[in-house]
């Protein structure tokens, strides 16, 4: 694990940068770690060495709220520890009305671009929580201020929960192989035809060729969709040699959005579908219930690469008449929907021209669809 630690500047005797000489110290035997101050070409620094995570010790400083947006905008995980700086005491009583004016400038978007906070005491951790700008507080005991705590053990703990930060945002560090490991996993989960038929060489190549960390976001990413069965269909029919990995026991924080588990609920949506089918168009009624129920489970922001296969599933194996379902939808006013969804299962499940009922669309609307399935 590459560790950059920010502070704007060091001084001697301050009790926040000897409490991060003595934790910078104790992490060298357990990981690459640096620390670099605003005097120095912080950028660069943080370009070259590529860090798994910036932890940023500061608050009530603009250089280092910038440095926090630039580097989430770059991409990289920022934690952030205010070391006690957004106390209630601290916020009412020294340089309220400029604290106030910091707040709203920059303050409160630096701690809500973080990805977590780390604080010393549960006090600390309380306080931060009724303030409200941020939910995900960690709280690790400084060897300073606890003397119970050896700097050893303040490093291990520090470094769990950077872990824990990167196991949450794994998705941010999936690469194009692994995504489209799991295009490949779904497409053989949810297919009849043989392997031979559904993907290239080169993709059984790349599943065969993933590593352990590689699985293990994989299989993260498999439980947040609610498509493990799917995937470990997939990996049975490949005989794919993957690591024994208990994604459960990986200490991570909720989603923010978690995803609707189990298969799509058309007990409301499949009357309006039954309003514009016959009886003869059993399978379009079925398709376009599972399209309504899709479409207001994408509103609430719930819609999961589960809903996404069974839909998959559906349109491919289903016999029915496309001029009809192409009416019916436009009937429904989901035809741009359907569309999208349909761009969405021929790109990333594979569904090929032949089995698509109508043109797909890929727009901005389309992008926004994928980007809630493929964050």
């Not at 588990?261 to 168009?281: F, N």
Request: aromatic share 6%; proline share 3%.
């Amino acid at each position: 694990m590459r560790i950059l630690h920010y502070i704007p500047i060091l001084k001697t005797g301050d009790l926040v940068s000897d409490d991060l000489r003595i934790l910078v110290e104790a992490m060298k035997d357990m990981a690459d770690v640096r620390m670099v101050t605003a005097k120095e070409d912080v950028m660069n620094t943080m370009n070259a060495f590529q860090p798994n995570i910036i932890h940023v010790h500061a608050c009530w400083n603009h250089k280092a709220a910038t440095f926090v947006k630039v580097a989430v905008e770059t991409g990289y995980t920022v934690v952030v520890s205010p070391h006690w700086g957004l106390e209630p005491y601290s916020m009412r009583h020294e340089q309220h009305i400029e604290k106030l004016l910091k707040s709203n400038l920059y303050q409160r978007r630096m701690i809500q671009r973080a990805a977590a906070l780390l604080v010393t005491t549960e006090s600390e951790r309380t306080h931060l929580m009724k303030l409200g700008w941020k939910k995900r507080i960690n709280v690790v005991r400084s060897s300073i201020l606890d003397q119970l705590t050896t700097p050893e053990q303040q490093a291990t703990e520090t470094i769990c929960f950077y872990q824990k930060v990167i196991d949450t945002r794994y998705f941010k560090l999936m690469t194009d192989m692994e995504k489209n490991a799991v295009r490949s996993l779904l497409c053989i989960g949810t297919s009849q035809e043989s392997v031979q038929l559904l993907l290239s060489k080169e993709q059984q190549g790349d599943l065969q060729a993933l590593l352990p960390e590689q699985w293990k976001r994989i299989l993260l990413y498999a439980d947040d969709e609610d498509i493990r069965e799917i995937t470990e269909k997939a990996i049975q029919r490949m005989k794919l040699n993957v690591p024994d990995i208990d994604t459960l026991s990986i200490d991570r924080y909720q989603t923010i959005h978690p995803k609707t588990k189990g298969t799509l609920d058309t007990s409301a949506s499949r009357e309006k579908a039954v309003r514009v089918t016959t009886r003869e168009e059993k399978e379009i009624c079925t398709i376009c219930a599972m399209l309504l129920a899709a479409q207001q489970q994408y509103k609430q922001k719930t819609l999961s690469m589960r809903h996404v296969a069974e839909l998959y599933e559906a349109i491919k194996y289903y016999d029915f008449d496309e001029e009809q379902f192409a009416r019916i939808v436009k009937r429904l006013g989901i035809r741009k929907f359907t569309a999208r969804m349909l761009q969405i299962v021929s790109d990333d499940l594979y569904l090929g021209e032949g089995f698509l009922p109508m043109p797909p669309l890929n727009d901005r609307g389309t992008q926004r669809l994928r980007s809630k399935l493929l964050h």
